[in-house]
């Protein structure tokens, strides 16, 4: 990618696993211009099911998801976000594809 755009950013996910001993041996520490370790935590996944946040709830879990001891450690760039604002789960598509339909019916 640097030989045809040494400006582009290379952005990778951690999995949810937001870790230092997982990521920070990725690249050693003179080769990471341009990269961004990405970490979208779902919301949909942070509480039970029929309980509410408020906006002041999501944006304490963020800081806390980010201001974590082992989120701090990793020596990459973070960008936090939530790509597709995961609210809810979706009833049957997010958990996996149709969870709740019956196998025989198509």
Known sequence: MREVNPDVVFV??????KSANVWNDLFPDDDMKNVVLDTHPYMAFWVGENTR??????????????T?????????????????????????????????RDPKVH
């Open 53 to 66: 946040y408020t906006t002041k709830d999501y944006c304490d879990e963020y800081t806390a998801w980010m």
């Open 12 to 17: 990778f996910h951690e999995s949810f696993r």
């Open 68 to 100: 974590d001891p082992d989120t701090a450690s990793i020596k990459y760039p973070m960008w936090a976000g939530e790509w597709a604002l995961g609210t809810d789960t979706c009833a049957m598509w997010l958990n996996g594809f149709n969870d709740n």
